[in-house]
């Protein structure tokens, strides 16, 4: 499964269902329960004042820009800013807890109203799913405008559609993909692992998802060209080797999606590859079958194994000296 159990992160995942359950099946509050902050009319106002009304831009960090958008805004417009910014930082593992809230209390502090995060939310903050990348600090604006966007469209569908994307993933990450705009990708594959953390990996970088499809395609016999749905069938056909709960970063399975790039690190690339494909077990009856596709079956390799640094001779691998 996606879902990371290698570190003590069971507060991070029910955070996320909480907001599923105020945000998505209800209208109320990560912060002060039964207050409706994430209705469609807060939603709107919010929308009005930070969608519709971008900032300019000047070197002002994002947390001053926002200051000047939510200027005059209803309490409850301000809540719901916090309660985003909370959503957006929750799987951010490379931001400091301590920078996470104080952005969250800043905006808090403009409703007059005191409110707190709750301690058990609040602690989430020092932890964090995954390393997050550039745009996801530098476009934190793109990042907060794919929430509010989507909660929003979420209001508008039918109750039969929502019920549906709540019980499917793949229905789900249509309606989040609905959403789509310049750097707002990490955001959204945020939200969909947070959402279904069973089914899409925790990862932000689309260019880390194609490099793994792209290196362990192989692995399975019809690629859907959906990453996700790809990167799910990989997973499966690893799971025998790694288990349930492995995550590609882990040493083991990060050698195989981003090999040693000298020419000996390409040899052993390129015969796991071929020891990997699908039906290569079926080639031979004998005990050693797993070791007989290099010689059995090279056309599949020859051309790129070239390319690679590495000869084929007799129909067997060879690497090159240098």
Not at 184 to 201: K, N, R, V
Not at 248 to 253: D, I, L, Q, R, S
Request: contains cysteine.
């Amino acid at each position: 499964m996606a879902r990371r159990t290698d570190r003590n992160l069971k507060a991070v995942y029910r955070a996320a269902e909480r907001w599923v359950d105020v945000a998505l099946r209800d209208n109320n509050s990560l912060f002060t329960p039964d207050k409706p902050i994430w209705s469609a009319e807060t939603l709107n106002d919010f929308y009005g004042r930070f969608v519709a009304n971008p900032e300019d831009d000047s070197a002002d960090s994002f947390g001053v820009k926002l200051g000047r958008q939510l200027d005059g805004a209803p309490p409850e417009t301000s809540q719901l800013a916090a309660e985003a910014l909370y959503v957006h930082f929750l799987i951010a593992s490379s931001i400091r807890g301590e920078t996470k809230r104080k952005q969250i209390t800043d905006v808090l502090d403009r409703t007059g109203l005191n409110i707190q995060i709750p301690s058990d939310l609040n602690e989430t903050l020092d932890l964090g799913i995954v390393s997050v990348g550039s745009a996801f600090n530098t476009r934190r604006d793109a990042q907060i405008r794919l929430i509010v966007e989507f909660a929003r469209h979420w209001k508008t569908l039918r109750e039969e559609r929502r019920s549906e994307c709540l019980q499917d993933p793949w229905a789900m990450k249509e309606e989040v993909f609905a959403i789509n705009f310049p750097f707002s990708g990490p955001q959204a594959a945020a939200l969909l692992h947070m959402i279904y953390p069973e089914t899409f990996e925790a990862m932000v970088s689309n260019e880390r998802k194609q490099r793994i499809t792209r290196e362990l395609s192989h692995l399975i016999e019809s690629p859907s060209g959906d990453l996700d749905r790809d990167l799910l069938a990989i997973r499966q056909q690893l799971q025998e080797r790694f288990g349930e709960e492995f995550q590609f970063h882990y040493p083991a399975v990060l050698e195989l999606w981003e090999p040693d790039p000298s020419k000996w690190g390409q040899f052993i690339r390129w015969a796991r590859r071929l020891i990997d494909y699908p039906g290569s077990s079926r080639m031979s009856e004998t005990t050693n079958s797993r070791a007989q596709p290099i010689s059995r079956r090279p056309e599949l390799l020859s051309n790129q194994a070239r390319r690679d640094g590495v000869t084929i001779c007799s129909g067997h691998l060879v690497r090159q000296t240098i």
